[in-house]
């Protein structure tokens, strides 16, 4: 039995050190891949700084993240809020923020959790390695900030901030969904940019010069396929490359907006798996550290206490109820695959036969890699799980008076519940369906959107600003279109040219 | 090993730019909400900031979203007592099961409040007004000076003198000086040497040698350490300074055809006046004069708080604050600024009188003299006696007050930036 490394709460740099060795150790021992890590000290106020640039280092200026910074400021000054104990960036090196007014075990847990847990996962999760480029991201950052404020400097502080309302306005229909993306590269761009923006002015050009009415033009307009030929999804970047009017500098800062959209996307999509993955991981590195002898009992009593806090989940009827909680849900499932594989029952060997009694680590490593929340619900939710959780699911159909209970946990609701589950995470049923549908470019260039409404779910009235925006971006009308489950347009929104 | 690197002495403020640019955009939405709220402040309270709130819909950011409605279903957690089939009633507050708790907590419609600095607030609220005459009067009454460093000189008073720099100078005097004594004392000791080494060497010129030598170190040596040439003093000039210091009389009617409201409207327009001047001044003094038919230097609280009555007498105010210039605040050392508050009310014969004591003793020794008229009636005669002297004087103003809402428009009037 070893000494363990401090019995005080205070850190100092040399017990963070020594901390992060012994973790580093662990964590290797349990083969997690990460990138190199680089942790940061800040203060509640740098804190606050990084709440209101969505955790980035470095970001463009905008009132908006100034909107936030004041939010978040007003809830922490009056006591509303606590602030997060880390921010951790999908960078390489992988940056960690840890907050000063941490205890030493704080730091520790932290360091297991963000240092060794999101890392490793931002590493391998496939979602992220094809949407995100971690080498590439504060390059291109910093680039991003130089590119918007000499756009400031040149066309002015009221120019670019409309732009970027505008881009703000359609930045979650900014992302290719079934597409792969280009991973962002900072060389790369630099060298493209200029080629890019001379290239793109001539293509816009070469399309509306085509457009000329001609005498015929009405007889041609019905027979003139639609253009765009297929339903475009990703509406800034059609814009990007079509609008007619835009300058060159106008396509990069919507370019910008997109692909810093694009590096959150993979974000939203794995909340459950990367948190979950994470006090997976820092609850075995803990757990690890005390059976070496490295921290001591009350170490280990204040961690399990803050661990509890963090993967709790309230019932429905709770007052502190808000939804299902993707840190409980996550850390649930990871540790009840852990146990299908070490010690699988009965139920477990029928509903997961090749996985139970598999080796854990390589299933983790598995599940961890080529899943999103989505998916990695439908795959791995065990029975076991829905009847700890009691999860049941509710049908809430407006046309009817009543909600109706559609399956709850036994036998006959397991699988009803888990696609239910499953469903509720997946992105394209919660975001509306909208597409770029048409542009009338042999007439007065209205450019049309189609909204397909997933289970009659209405739109709603913020539409009516966006398409403002929208409009500011196309220079030309902007028409909304709602169709119903036969295709039929039923509601239109315009904003007029 | 990971790198651990402590930013915390990293300049915090990150979002500065961020913010004020969030100020920025909504600038009329703050200064409205200011405008609404400067009369809730005490008359000194200026060391705070001020909260404000704009409505959350100006603030918010557009986006596609799902609206409440269609078929939804959820999964929730810590079923107790449900099984499947089971109806429940519509909880209220819409669909989508649990009810809206973001508006329950009363979060959905609010304002969006924050706060703002002292110099913001100040920025927002005096944001293109300027105090009048300012300058012009500055250039003819500069009376202040002050002690400014202007380099260094060659003469001055011992307490002045400059070390370093004198014995900088010493210095290169001494090697400027000592340059062609000690190149000429190398040359002869090297000979010197030469001579020595040599058997047999001229005895004479060994002894010439030596005695030049000597004479050299000589030389050296009586160079002087210091020279009264080599002083060096911290030149100090005078400089004029604006006086930087104001006085602020407050001038009000008490008599009893004042009432509680009439106050508070003069209240709130001194409020501003004094806001407005520490912008300007380092140092404001307020004094409060209030008058019936006798007039009284009195403290914030009995200015405003207190009651009399009786009849109107406005030039005992005007000889009070004449005679409290002439006593404590010299035209020369202070910027004197007064407002006056009445409604209107005064003894008729008195208005004349009024009229020649600014013009001829106030008007004079003061930067501005703004009066404000806070009543729903005609005016009287009180009024048209001033107005001639609007004509001749540009440091006199007036303007007319009814309603709680012309306070801050006719302060702005008062010290609109005027355009030359």
Not at chain 2, 330 to 339: F, K, L, Q, V
Request: hydrophobic share 35%; with cysteine.
């Amino acid at each position: 039995m070893s000494e363990p490394i401090s019995t005080g709460a205070e850190w100092t740099f040399e017990l963070i050190e020594q901390y992060h060795a012994e973790i580093e150790a662990i964590a290797e021992e349990y083969g997690l891949d990460t990138y190199p890590n680089q942790i940061e000290l800040i203060t509640a106020e740098q804190m606050l700084d990084a709440y209101a640039s969505v955790g980035m280092p470095i970001g463009y200026s905008h009132w908006s993240f100034g909107k936030h910074f004041i939010k978040n400021e007003q809830q922490y000054r009056r006591g509303h809020m606590g602030l997060a104990y880390e921010i951790v960036i999908n960078s390489n090196p992988c940056i960690a923020y840890l907050m000063e007014e941490n205890t030493m075990m704080m730091q520790a847990l932290v360091i297991a959790h963000a240092s060794y847990g999101h890392n490793s996962f931002f590493k391998g999760n496939y979602l992220f390695r094809t949407w995100t480029d971690a080498e590439a991201i504060i390059d291109y950052l910093v680039f991003a900030k130089r590119y918007i404020g000499e756009c400031e400097e040149r066309y002015g502080i009221d120019e670019v901030e409309n732009l970027l309302d505008s881009c703000h306005a359609l930045q979650n229909h900014g992302v290719d969904r079934y597409k792969r993306p280009y991973p962002v590269s900072m060389r790369e761009e630099q060298e493209r940019l200029k080629e890019r923006e001379a290239y793109l002015q001539s293509q816009v050009n070469d399309l509306w010069h085509k457009t000329i009415p001609r005498k015929e033009a009405e007889e041609e307009r019905k027979r003139q396929p639609n253009f765009p030929e297929e339903p475009q999804e990703n509406i800034l970047y059609f814009i990007e490359k079509n609008a007619p009017l835009l300058e060159p500098w106008q396509r990069e800062v919507i370019r910008i907006v997109r692909k810093v959209g694009q590096y959150f996307y993979p974000q939203r999509q794995t909340q459950v798996m990367n948190e979950g993955w994470a006090c997976f991981w820092h609850y075995h590195i803990m757990n690890t550290l005390y059976d070496r002898g490295k921290v001591t009992d009350g170490f280990m009593l204040e961690f399990l206490q803050s661990h509890t806090n963090v993967v709790a989940q309230p019932d429905f009827d709770s007052k502190f109820f808000s939804g299902i909680n993707p840190y409980a849900l996550g850390y649930a499932m990871m540790t009840d695959i852990k146990r299908i594989c070490v010690d699988p029952d009965e139920e477990d060997r029928k509903w997961f036969p090749d996985i139970a009694g598999s080796d854990w680590q390589q299933t983790l490593d598995f599940a961890m890699r080529n899943f999103k929340d989505e998916s990695f619900i439908s795959q791995f939710l065990s029975p076991r799980l829905i009847r700890d959780f009691k999860l049941f699911s509710i049908l809430d159909d407006e046309e009817q008076s009543e909600l109706e209970v559609t399956s709850i946990h036994n036998d006959s609701g397991y699988r009803y519940i888990r696609q239910a589950l499953s469903n509720q995470y997946n992105l394209s049923m919660n975001d509306p369906n909208i597409q770029v549908y048409n542009v009338d470019i042999r007439g007065d260039r209205t450019l049309t959107l189609r909204h397909i409404p997933h289970n009659k779910v209405p739109l709603a009235d913020t539409s009516e600003e966006v398409l403002k925006h929208l409009r500011r971006l196309w220079s030309f009308g902007v028409k909304l279109e709602t169709i119903d489950s036969d295709g039929e347009v039923i509601k239109t929104e315009e904003c007029a040219a | 090993m990971a790198q651990l690197i402590d930013r915390r002495p990293n300049a915090k403020g990150k979002s500065t730019v961020n913010r004020q640019r969030f100020l920025r955009r909504y600038k009329t939405q703050i200064k409205k909400a200011i405008s609404e709220q400067i009369s809730e402040r005490s008359i000194t309270n200026v060391d705070s900031g001020e909260s404000v709130s704009i409505p959350t819909r100006d603030i918010t950011e557009p986006t596609f979203r799902n609206d409440q409605g269609g078929v939804r279903e959820g999964v929730y957690p810590g079923n107790k007592e449900f099984a499947r089939g089971d109806k429940i009633k519509r909880p209220p507050g819409g669909a989508g099961g649990k009810g809206d708790r973001a508006s329950d907590s009363g979060e959905g419609e609010d304002d969006f409040v924050f706060e703002i600095s002292k110099d913001e607030y100040l920025d927002m609220l005096f944001d293109d007004l300027e105090l009048p005459n300012l300058q012009k009067n500055q250039l003819s009454k500069m009376t202040k000076s002050k002690s400014v460093r202007a380099g260094f000189t060659n003469d001055g008073v011992p307490t002045n003198i400059n070390i370093v720099r004198s014995l900088r100078s010493a210095l290169s005097r001494r090697v400027a000086m000592g340059a062609e004594p000690r190149r000429r004392l190398h040359e002869l000791e090297a000979e010197l040497l030469g001579l020595q080494q040599e058997v047999g060497g001229d005895e004479n010129r060994r002894r010439e040698l030596e005695g030049e030598i000597e004479a050299l170190r000589n030389r050296i040596k009586k160079i002087p350490f210091i020279d009264t040439f080599d002083l060096r003093f911290n030149n100090f000039v005078q400089r004029p300074e604006p006086t930087s210091q104001a006085v602020m009389f407050c001038l009000m009617d008490v008599s009893g055809s004042m009432d509680q409201e009439t106050k508070d409207i003069a209240k709130r327009f001194y409020i501003l006046l004094y806001l407005f001047l520490t912008r300007s001044y380092r140092d404001v003094d307020v004094v409060y004069i209030r008058h019936h038919t006798q007039a009284k230097e009195v403290d914030e609280e009995e200015f405003f708080y207190s009651r009399e009555t009786g009849g109107t007498i406005v030039s005992s105010a005007l000889e009070m604050t004449r005679d409290i210039i002439a006593q404590r605040y010299p035209p020369s050392d202070w910027n004197i600024y007064a407002a006056q508050a009445s409604d209107g009310d005064n003894w008729n014969d008195d208005s004349p009188v009024c009229e020649q004591i600014l013009a001829q003793q106030l008007l004079p020794q003061l930067r501005y003299y703004a009066y404000v008229e806070i009543t729903r009636r005609e005016h009287q005669g009180l009024w048209s006696h001033y107005e001639n002297l609007l004509a001749k004087h540009d440091n006199f103003a007036m303007q007319h007050i009814r309603e709680y809402e012309d306070i801050y428009p006719v302060f702005r009037e008062f010290f609109r930036k005027q355009t030359q």
